[in-house]
């Protein structure tokens, strides 16, 4: 079976541009969150999404913005790039984003800001 | 305080040994605790979850869990060189379904 998978792996962009990054989850999996993990750091996390509706968000600005569709698959947008917003982009996807289930991660898209 | 601290290392062990890496959490109504394992460049991997008290084996992987001293810990047995990787302990509050907090990982390396 698939794992978590994202696109693209890599992405070049400069100040003030915008970006979106995508994820599809695990078959049968209905809940994705989205991670940022800067070198030398643990993933921060950005927000979770369960059936289509947002359920939790974490403390990035409004430029960061997420949707999930019915397919379960789900967006990540950030406006107005920055500097600091370099870093790994993680998804992942457990069944219905319960306390108890453990989250599995795709291999993530490795954004550079130039 | 951080919700979730570890020894940043770098933790160095001879193959064979074992290597125990130590996670403390500030949230006391936490309720789920896994332990993930990246490798430089790559996203992380779950290795172990733990919900109750005790300790928990898969293969050569212990984690073991203490509430009470909001600790959480993983062992590996006979380290190979392969487990040489950053390992990461993850906590679900209990307030926040479903959000993983990260502590900043803990560096591994195993020589022959």
């Known amino acids: 079976d698939a794992g978590v998978t994202q696109s693209p792996t890599h992405l070049i962009k400069t100040r003030g541009q915008q970006v979106t990054l995508r994820c599809s989850p695990i078959s049968g999996h209905k809940s994705v969150s989205w991670y940022q993990q800067v070198l030398g750091q643990g993933p921060q996390f950005i927000f979770q999404y369960y059936e289509k509706e947002e359920r939790g968000r974490g403390n990035f600005p409004d430029r960061f913005s997420a949707r999930q569709f019915p397919n379960y698959s789900s967006e990540l947008n950030v406006n107005a790039l920055l500097l600091g917003d370099s870093a790994l982009y993680l998804c992942?996807?457990?069944?219905?984003?319960?306390?108890?289930?453990?989250?599995?991660f795709g291999d993530g898209t490795r954004l550079s800001i130039l | 305080q951080k919700e979730v601290e570890q020894n940043s290392g770098p933790l160095s062990v001879p193959e064979g040994a074992i290597a125990s890496l130590n996670c403390t959490y500030s949230d006391r109504v936490s309720q789920s605790f896994f332990w993930y394992r990246q490798y430089s460049g790559k996203s992380p991997e779950l290795i172990m979850s733990i919900y109750s008290n005790g300790d928990k084996e898969d293969g050569r992987f212990t984690a073991q869990l203490n509430k009470a001293s909001q600790y959480v810990s993983l062992l590996i047995r006979d380290s190979q060189p392969s487990d040489s990787a950053t390992y990461l302990c993850?906590?679900?509050?209990?307030?926040?379904?479903?959000?993983?907090?990260f502590g900043r990982g803990t560096q591994l390396t195993v020589w022959p």
């Open positions: 992942a996807s457990s069944p219905d984003g319960q306390r108890n289930q453990p989250q599995h």
């Open positions: 993850a906590v679900i509050r209990g307030s926040t379904l479903g959000r993983l907090y």
